[in-house]
């Protein structure tokens, strides 16, 4: 048996960033999203968002990749936000997210962060957060740095 701990941060927005992600609507999706990762054994420490964006802070599970985890925390919230009909017009995830490893040590200070994401973004907009993610984590592409 394998014993993995690896913690991750993970962002995304909805697609065109459309702020359709309305309070009590984000918080049944993201009890859903709680439910529906136990099952898959996808450990959720917290998951909070905003209008157009979640944030979710989970360990990375032995049996799936990183892309694999969040394409399937995706696929399924979408897929049943749409048959319920909780969001309207319809739920769409972008295609990309960011995702970063988070050291045991600052795993408080990221759950902060992520629980505090209303006052946050009275701050600062998630597009102006997607500008600064990159040179925070510094990013590369296409492997240049």
Known sequence: MSFVKVMIHAVWGTKNRNRILEKEKRQILFEHIK???RDKE???KTING???HIHILFG???ELSLSKTIQLIKGESSFWANKQKLILPKLEWAEGYYAVSVSESIVPKVVAYINNQEEHHKKISF???CDLFP???NFTHAGKE
């Open 50 to 52: 905003h209008l157009d």
């Open 35 to 37: 439910t529906k990762s």
């Open 127 to 129: 597009n102006e957060e």
């Open 60 to 62: 990375l599970n032995a």
């Open 135 to 137: 040179k925070k984590y």
């Open 42 to 44: 996808i450990f959720i």
